[in-house]
């Protein structure tokens, strides 16, 4: 995973201090994602650098933060609506790499989705150097009594051309590009590493403030890596444990037997809680599934009042089975984080109502957060079921 700073080099230089001012008070992502691009653009090599492409790379360095984990960029955020306009209408697939919706929308002729990127452009590239010219801004104002901050734009755009600051970059709107100051192209490149930790540190900030109450938030704003998903333990463990009890399918009911597992696929771990929203491999929010299933349920909360007291009790079964397994003890201690001394359950009522208790105090706030967050609700289809 990549590593997030909040200091940026060389703090007293005038390229320092003009980053932190660029960024802050930030009341949308866009500033942050605009700037994210052009530094992309740089470490490519470019200086003079297509408006298009850079706002492509804005799209794609926040589409799985917002498509594959759900995470609001806030009510009014317009690069969050623009995202969501490319999976729900022109239907672009929530697992497309960043490098694919980049194409995508290069090569796009969908009205819309030009007008959604224009509207981006209008505001964005001047808001960005905005604070290079503070001092011209209280010179106009002072002259112009009448000035509102719709003019800000043109005025911005006026004294960019001049080339008489040396601004972050010079605009061209006409040829749809910009060209990125000599010295400022040096400071990026040299501390590439650096400033883009600092800035996904500022990204992390904006999308936490945004999103308090989800969990691994530093960690969602960057594509999912294979090893993440790594579900090898689990799957030993249900193996074992099956050695030593009747394990069953918990949203069809079916055994995994040659005839079922022929007709439905071979068996798979299904995340209970969907794996993008608590981005963890613990063995309590895990349970065996057939493939066709798992994959009918992909990324959505299974309805809570008909799965989740079924989902305990095969979890309180499959506990009181691995504790007898001495290469599951590793393993185990994931149910460490349900309850502090729930190794001292055994297999009494009382120990099944306390593990279910507890269980179910980590499951519901973990699913209500999840729902608020925009996740869909599912049951298992009917054809897969016992009599189906």
Same mark, same amino acid.
């Not at 294979?226 to 009890?245: F, H, I, Q």
């Not at 063995?283 to 009918?296: E, G, H």
């Given at each position: 995973?990549?590593?997030?700073?909040? %200091?940026?080099?060389?703090?007293?230089?005038?390229?320092?201090?003009?980053?932190?001012?660029?960024? =802050?008070?930030?009341?949308? =992502?866009?500033?942050?994602?605009?700037?994210?691009?052009?530094?992309?653009?740089? $470490?490519?090599?470019?200086?003079?650098?297509?408006?298009?492409?850079?706002?492509?790379?804005?799209?794609?360095? #926040?589409?799985?933060? &917002?498509?594959?984990?759900?995470?609001?960029?806030?009510? =009014?955020? =317009?690069?969050?609506?623009?995202?969501?306009?490319?999976?729900?209408?022109?239907?672009?697939?929530?697992?497309?790499?960043?490098?694919?919706? *980049?194409?995508?929308?290069?090569? @796009?002729?969908?009205?819309?989705?030009?007008? *959604?990127?224009?509207?981006?452009?209008? !505001?964005?590239?001047?808001?960005?150097?905005?604070?290079?010219?503070?001092?011209?801004?209280?010179?106009?104002?002072?002259?112009?009594?009448?000035?509102?901050?719709?003019?800000?734009?043109?005025?911005?755009?006026?004294?960019? #051309?001049?080339?008489?600051?040396?601004?972050?970059? %010079?605009?061209?709107?006409?040829?749809?590009?910009?060209?990125?100051?000599?010295?400022?192209?040096?400071?990026?490149?040299?501390?590439?590493? &650096? $400033?883009?930790?600092?800035?996904?540190?500022?990204?992390?900030?904006?999308?936490? /403030?945004?999103?308090?109450?989800?969990?691994?938030?530093? @960690?969602?704003?960057?594509?999912?890596?294979?090893?993440?998903?790594?579900?090898?333990?689990?799957?030993?463990?249900?193996?074992?444990?099956?050695?030593?009890?009747?394990? *069953?399918?918990?949203?069809?009911?079916?055994?995994?037997?040659?005839?079922?597992?022929?007709?439905?696929?071979? &068996? +798979?771990?299904?995340?209970? $809680?969907?794996?993008?929203? &608590?981005?963890?491999?613990?063995?309590?929010?895990?349970?065996?599934?057939?493939?066709?299933?798992?994959? +009918? /349920? @992909?990324?959505?909360?299974?309805?809570?009042?008909?799965?989740?007291?079924?989902?305990?009790?095969?979890?309180?079964?499959?506990? %009181?089975?691995? /504790?007898?397994?001495?290469?599951?003890?590793?393993?185990?201690?994931?149910?460490?984080? %349900?309850?502090?001394?729930?190794?001292?359950?055994?297999?009494?009522?009382?120990?099944?109502?306390?593990?279910? +208790?507890?269980?179910?105090?980590?499951?519901?706030?973990? !699913?209500?957060?999840?729902?608020?967050?925009?996740?869909?609700?599912? *049951?298992?289809?009917?054809?897969?079921?016992?009599?189906?």
């Amino acid at each position: 995973m990549q590593q997030l700073n909040s %200091v940026l080099p060389q703090e007293d230089t005038f390229e320092s201090r003009y980053l932190e001012r660029m960024v =802050s008070h930030t009341t949308a =992502s866009y500033k942050l994602y605009w700037l994210q691009g052009i530094l992309q653009e740089v $470490i490519q090599g470019h200086r003079v650098i297509p408006l298009s492409s850079i706002t492509a790379r804005m799209v794609s360095s #926040a589409w799985f933060p &917002v498509i594959y984990y759900h995470l609001s960029f806030g009510h =009014s955020d =317009s690069l969050g609506d623009l995202i969501t306009y490319l999976n729900h209408d022109l239907h672009v697939d929530r697992e497309t790499r960043e490098a694919d919706v *980049q194409k995508y929308i290069l090569s @796009s002729e969908d009205q819309n989705l030009k007008k *959604q990127m224009n509207d981006l452009l209008r !505001y964005v590239p001047t808001r960005l150097i905005r604070p290079f010219y503070e001092d011209q801004f209280k010179e106009y104002k002072n002259i112009h009594p009448e000035f509102k901050e719709g003019m800000t734009g043109d005025l911005i755009l006026n004294w960019n #051309a001049s080339s008489e600051i040396d601004a972050l970059y %010079v605009l061209d709107p006409k040829q749809g590009i910009l060209t990125v100051n000599e010295s400022w192209y040096d400071y990026l490149r040299i501390n590439q590493a &650096v $400033i883009m930790g600092w800035l996904n540190y500022k990204i992390v900030q904006y999308v936490q /403030k945004h999103n308090p109450s989800v969990p691994a938030v530093s @960690s969602k704003i960057f594509a999912p890596e294979p090893k993440d998903r790594n579900l090898g333990k689990a799957l030993k463990y249900w193996n074992l444990v099956s050695e030593k009890t009747d394990i *069953q399918d918990l949203y069809t009911h079916r055994p995994f037997d040659e005839a079922d597992l022929s007709q439905l696929g071979t &068996v +798979s771990i299904d995340h209970f $809680i969907p794996w993008s929203f &608590v981005l963890h491999n613990e063995i309590w929010d895990l349970v065996p599934s057939f493939q066709k299933v798992n994959s +009918s /349920k @992909s990324d959505r909360l299974p309805d809570l009042n008909r799965y989740l007291d079924q989902f305990c009790d095969l979890q309180y079964r499959a506990f %009181v089975q691995a /504790k007898k397994i001495d290469e599951l003890k590793g393993t185990m201690e994931d149910y460490l984080n %349900v309850k502090e001394d729930i190794m001292l359950m055994d297999d009494s009522d009382n120990s099944h109502t306390a593990f279910t +208790s507890a269980l179910k105090h980590t499951i519901e706030p973990l !699913y209500q957060i999840a729902l608020n967050q925009g996740y869909d609700t599912w *049951q298992c289809d009917q054809k897969y079921e016992i009599g189906g």
